[in-house]
């Protein structure tokens, strides 16, 4: 497999990291080298291997319907960057 | 006081030999004297420090006093804690307050120890040399001019120094024992589940385990007794019987098996910490064990499985640093979109980013059945490989690091040489064992090495036991750095 | 040409839980912005995800209800994307192995009757809400609703008209409050749906491109968008485009769909499982459980209607389009079982009328169905006329819960079926109509209803009908 600078540009696209070109350009020798690395994976026959999600064999236990929290927003909100009348703000969204 | 024990601490404490405001302030001045250089805390806060020792104070003069009381601990700053700043080693976190405690924190605060402040530590947990830390490198305290390891290097680097008699480090893929081996100290992983990860910033979900850093197996012991415990907060976590570490520490290991990995004792070992380790093991003869060859066949992919399968989790964990609601923000932006890219962009180290880029990459449309799916699959057969081999051995040895501490800066530019120092440690994480790491002597320029000791699942008595039993024939967990000592 | 429209549904319910799906924030509707996002909802790095059991329970008794599989183990996943309601950048969802998979209902458009299959339904967490205006050129954010559970229920695309779809989610909105898992209230956002629209020519067994509309809040705008959209996905066609898979919203002001810009961008959610979540294993005990408290289903009680109460299909339909108004019946109808086509044309007339007409809902219906049994019960023994019935109905509904009983004596309006007295009121109405009893004798059967009329109004509405007439055709044919 080999990773191309559109490839780059398309993850970074998706994890909504600005990249500049050099850095891209970086970033592809060095992803690179590391995916040769990743690649000695797949000499491994894996067909009927049942994959591992979780460290242990559990499962998820469940909480009773029960009201826990109280209003904490003007604690959380005072390290938000921006706030109004208790929303967070973001530049506008158009939908 | 700075080499004492924590039973000591105990003891002085509880027959007011000295109070813990005297002790913290201690360690404090001491933090202030020699942190400027080591940069092994990011956040120290005297104040409330001190008003943690003065209520621990009152808790002993009223007789409500645990073993820990007074005794100061220092936290990776991995770990919420409320009014303090808590960064994660990162930009993007670098006004973060936490407006709460994690898990952790809170069950030492219960316990009665002082929060000494918060340690460096790699961006995230990314990082195996501490230098992916927004907050600069840590320093070595053996030598100034390696890396403590990491990602928990500020908590190694604080014990090693005597800034903290004890540390809390997280590991996710040898976090918490290369840094106690290559600063010469003693770290436990548990078991996965064991310790809550409710307030513990997430990096990979389903391998982070949090663990104590000490001087001794003896105080890691008493630091376990605080730290594992069911948390309803946290659906990994285990509801077990609480055990009490301490209780087996002298046990004779004679008649022990102790298996060896035959992949972990071929090529890549230098031969200074090959010497240290082969060292440890004659100890371990004399003591009456025996050693089993064994073999772990797929663990040599546990570096690729864990590169695919950490950034995927991390990939989608740190999203969360969107600018929105927490943390930093970019200070120029056009649009929403422009927001997002470019306060991720600046707010996340160069590491960091590589470790999301990769994670998107295998998680992306096309490449998840090559990438995940594979490194899941191969996640099974590496903890199958433990699974036979316990049934050999009650315990498995090895070295923790390939080698000892690298140089600051040796490694930056090559992340393939940066990953492999997770060539041993990976492989227990994967599985979800318990592993540790304890000071065995040193290698070239008097860097220290550690013993790895992978046990099986639930084992975290018996190889604390074990190495206890190291550390009473032993004393290279009592040596501290000359220059410490000046 | 001649086109096929398909449509599939996925219908989002917000369960009617206390607490979010995983976390202990209250989901009450309506309170002050952020008020009710706690640790957990806003994302706090560290913070962790607990599922909650009654979520779970809801989906297994939606999943009993319609017939369908309950998957054990259950998978959450994490579906990732930005958004700036979306605190964790991905929402807790399933992809593989969702609670429920596969399931049926019934529909009913005119006399046909239809059954639609479902995918799956599976549990996620909702987002939460972006308000748009108010805040200058920026979007406020508010994370109450973040994190509040929900049922999404895909269906398959097997619906052929607007009126299908609308047929269908009226069905699984009936359903969904029915089983107790959602209050419905389309309003409030607690029932929302997403329509998959796409047109082949008729006869072609291939799939034409579908787009997704969103925001379909009422099932007029349901049925108003898949209209519209259809037309327009026509009109491409037929001047020689293609359609371009894309989701669209609904702006109801301009009753059109466009596409949304925030979807633009193809999507790549890299779903992956939970590792903050284990997998749910649902015990059969449990499911048997579920299955015991589960109340006798819609379809079952049409079905009881028609064959028990001999009510047609139509009156049985509408009589179990809510479970209250069901209850409301079946409490009724108890007390006078032989008369079940009264009692249902009685609510679905009377009762209904009035409560529509004052916005009411069943369940605050001012006369209860034991009142409405005695008021029944006095018609058919001929106590009080139907007319008068609706006299005492209307002072139940005013009144205090009196019974028909007390009304009818106290306003004195029983019926008078003494042959004594009706017979002195004919009298009297014969001797002031001479004329129309000759058009009577003539052979104008009209005559005889206005006598009848005549007698009935001197007694004030009490004479029996049914003896007048008697009585009246005795005498004139005397």
């Given amino acids: 497999m080999t990773l191309s600078l559109s490839d780059i540009k398309r993850v970074a696209k998706l994890a909504r990291i600005e990249i500049s070109e050099a850095d891209a350009q970086q970033n592809?020798?060095?992803?690179?080298?590391?995916?040769?690395?990743?690649?000695?994976?797949?000499?491994?026959?894996?067909?009927?291997?049942?994959p591992m999600s979780y460290s242990q064999d559990m499962v998820q236990r469940l909480r009773e319907d029960i009201v826990t929290e109280t209003d904490q927003h003007i604690q959380f909100q005072s390290i938000a960057p921006q706030i109004e009348d208790s929303y967070y703000l973001v530049p506008r969204v158009i939908e | 006081m700075l080499n004492a024990s924590l039973r000591q601490l105990s003891s002085l404490l509880s027959e007011k030999k000295i109070s813990s405001t005297e002790l913290t302030g201690e360690f404090l001045t001491r933090i202030k004297a020699l942190n400027p250089d080591l940069n092994a805390f990011i956040t120290v806060n005297e104040e409330k420090s001190l008003e943690q020792a003065r209520v621990a104070d009152e808790m002993i003069a009223s007789g409500q006093s645990t073993p820990l009381t007074g005794i100061p601990i220092a936290q990776k700053d991995i770990?919420?804690?409320?009014?303090?700043?808590?960064?994660?080693?990162?930009?993007?976190?670098?006004?973060?307050?936490?407006?709460?405690?994690?898990?952790?924190?809170k069950q030492f605060d219960q316990a009665g120890m002082v929060n000494l402040g918060k340690t460096n530590m790699d961006e995230f947990a990314m990082g195996s040399s501490n230098e992916t830390s927004y907050y600069g490198p840590v320093k070595n305290p053996w030598d100034r001019l390696a890396v403590p390891g990491g990602s928990s290097g500020g908590s190694a680097c604080a014990v090693a120094a005597r800034l903290a008699p004890a540390a809390t480090g997280t590991d996710t893929g040898g976090s918490i024992r290369q840094p106690a081996a290559l600063c010469g100290i003693s770290g436990i992983k548990p078991t996965y589940g064991l310790v809550s990860r409710y307030g513990m910033i997430a990096f990979a979900s389903s391998l982070d385990q949090a663990g104590p850093m000490a001087k001794s197996a003896e105080d890691l012991a008493l630091l376990l007794n605080v730290m594992v415990g069911f948390d309803e907060r946290d659906s990994t976590s285990l509801q077990r019987k609480k055990e009490d570490y301490t209780q087996s520490l002298e046990r004779s290991v004679s008649g022990l098996r102790i298996g060896l990995p035959k992949e972990f004792f071929a090529e890549g070992m230098s031969s200074d910490v090959s010497s240290a380790v082969e060292a440890a093991l004659t100890e371990y003869r004399k003591l009456g064990a025996t050693f089993v060859e064994v073999s772990l066949p797929n663990s040599k992919l546990a570096v690729p499985v864990y590169y695919v399968l950490a950034p995927a989790e991390a990939s989608s964990n740190l999203s969360r640093f969107d600018g929105v609601r927490y943390g930093y923000r970019a200070t120029q932006y056009t649009n929403l979109e422009d927001l997002y890219a470019k306060t991720r962009a600046e707010g996340f180290g160069e590491e960091v980013k590589r470790r999301i880029?990769?994670?998107?990459?295998?998680?992306?449309?096309?490449?998840?059945?090559a990438y995940y799916l594979q490194a899941q699959k191969l996640r099974r057969l590496i903890a199958e490989d433990f699974t036979k081999a316990f049934e050999q051995c009650d315990l498995i040895m090895g070295p923790t690091s390939p080698t000892v501490a690298f140089n600051i800066g040796e490694k930056c530019d090559d992340p393939i040489q940066m990953y492999l120092s997770d060539i041993y440690t990976s492989a227990a994480s994967l599985a979800g064992l318990p592993g540790m790491s304890i000071p065995v002597g040193f290698g070239n320029n008097r860097r220290p090495a550690g013993l790895h000791i992978i046990g099986n699942y639930f084992r975290e008595a018996q190889m604390l036991n074990v190495a206890h039993c190291y550390q009473q024939v032993t004393n290279w967990h009592e040596l501290t750095p000359l220059e410490i000592n000046r | 040409m001649q086109w096929e429209t398909v449509i599939g549904l996925e219908i989002h319910v917000q369960l009617a839980t206390r607490s979010k799906i995983f976390?202990?924030?209250s989901v009450a509707y309506g309170a002050q912005p952020n008020s009710q996002a706690c640790a957990v909802d806003i994302a706090l790095p560290g913070v962790l995800p607990v599922l909650n059991r009654k979520a779970v329970e809801y989906a297994i008794r939606f999943g009993l209800a319609?017939?369908?599989?309950?998957?054990?183990?259950?998978?959450?996943?994490?579906?990732?994307?930005?958004?700036?309601?979306?605190?964790?950048?991905?929402?807790?969802?399933?992809?593989?192995?969702?609670?429920?998979?596969?399931?049926?209902?019934?529909?009913?458009t005119g006399d046909k009757e239809k059954t639609i299959h479902l995918t799956r339904a599976h549990l996620e967490e909702d987002a939460g809400k972006s308000t748009h205006e108010g805040f200058h050129d920026k979007t406020g954010i508010d994370l109450n609703r973040a994190g509040t559970g929900l049922l999404e229920i895909v269906s398959e695309p097997e619906m052929r008209s607007s009126t299908e779809a609308v047929a269908y989610a009226k069905a699984l909105h009936s359903l969904v409050r029915w089983i107790g898992i959602c209050d419905g209230n389309m309003q409030e956002g607690s029932f929302r749906c997403d329509a998959n629209v796409s047109v082949r020519p008729a006869g072609s067994d291939v799939l034409g491109t579908r787009c997704e509309i969103k925001n379909l809040n009422s099932f007029r705008f349901l049925e108003r968008a898949i209209d519209y959209e259809v037309a327009r996905q026509i009109d491409i066609l037929e001047s020689g485009g293609s359609i371009i898979q894309q989701t669209r919203l609904y702006d109801a002001d301009r009753d059109e769909t466009r596409s949304m810009r925030s979807k633009e961008d193809a999507h790549d959610y890299r779903y992956f499982p939970d590792p903050d979540l284990l997998p749910v294993v649902i015990p059969q005990e449990w499911i048997e459980q579920i299955r015991e408290k589960l109340p006798?289903?819609?379809?079952?009680?049409?079905?009881?209607?028609?064959?028990?109460?001999?009510?047609?299909?139509?009156?049985?339909?509408?009589?179990?389009?809510?479970?209250?108004?069901?209850?409301?019946?079946?409490?009724?109808?108890?007390?006078?079982?032989?008369?079940?086509?009264?009692?249902?044309?009685?609510?679905?007339?009377?009762?209904?009328?009035?409560?529509?007409?004052?916005?009411?809902?069943?369940?605050?219906?001012?006369?209860?169905?034991?009142?409405?049994?005695?008021?029944?019960?006095?018609?058919?023994?001929?106590?009080?006329?139907?007319?008068?019935?609706?006299?005492?109905?209307?002072?139940?509904?005013?009144?205090?819960?009196?019974?028909?009983?007390?009304?009818?004596?106290?306003?004195?309006?029983?019926?008078?079926?003494?042959?004594?007295?009706?017979?002195?009121?004919?009298?009297?109405?014969?001797?002031?109509n001479q004329q129309q009893v000759a058009d009577y004798r003539a052979g104008k059967e009209k005559a005889f209803n206005s006598l009848v009329g005549q007698i009935m109004k001197i007694s004030k509405g009490k004479a029996n009908p049914a003896q007048v007439n008697t009585l009246l055709k005795k005498r004139l044919t005397e």
């Fill in chain 1, 28 to 50: 592809l020798i060095q992803l690179s080298g590391i995916f040769n690395l990743i690649e000695q994976m797949q000499a491994v026959e894996t067909q009927k291997i049942k």
């Fill in chain 2, 79 to 105: 770990f919420c804690a409320n009014g303090w700043l808590t960064t994660c080693g990162s930009k993007i976190l670098s006004n973060f307050i936490s407006p709460y405690d994690a898990a952790v924190v």
């Fill in chain 2, 357 to 369: 880029l990769i994670g998107t990459y295998v998680l992306s449309h096309g490449y998840y059945d």
């Fill in chain 3, 23 to 25: 976390s202990g924030a």
């Fill in chain 3, 66 to 108: 319609i017939n369908a599989a309950i998957n054990s183990p259950s998978i959450f996943a994490r579906k990732n994307y930005f958004y700036p309601d979306l605190p964790k950048g991905y929402q807790i969802s399933q992809l593989e192995r969702p609670i429920v998979e596969g399931g049926h209902v019934t529909i009913r």
């Fill in chain 3, 296 to 432: 006798e289903l819609p379809e079952d009680r049409r079905n009881r209607y028609i064959q028990d109460f001999g009510l047609s299909a139509y009156d049985a339909n509408i009589l179990t389009a809510a479970r209250e108004l069901a209850d409301y019946f079946e409490q009724a109808v108890k007390h006078l079982p032989e008369q079940s086509k009264l009692c249902a044309n009685w609510i679905m007339g009377e009762v209904s009328g009035r409560l529509n007409k004052e916005e009411l809902e069943i369940d605050r219906c001012p006369v209860n169905p034991e009142q409405l049994a005695g008021l029944l019960l006095r018609i058919t023994d001929g106590t009080v006329s139907g007319k008068i019935a609706k006299d005492v109905f209307d002072s139940m509904w005013q009144g205090n819960g009196d019974s028909a009983d007390t009304i009818i004596d106290a306003k004195n309006l029983r019926q008078i079926s003494d042959g004594g007295e009706i017979e002195k009121w004919i009298d009297e109405v014969l001797a002031a």
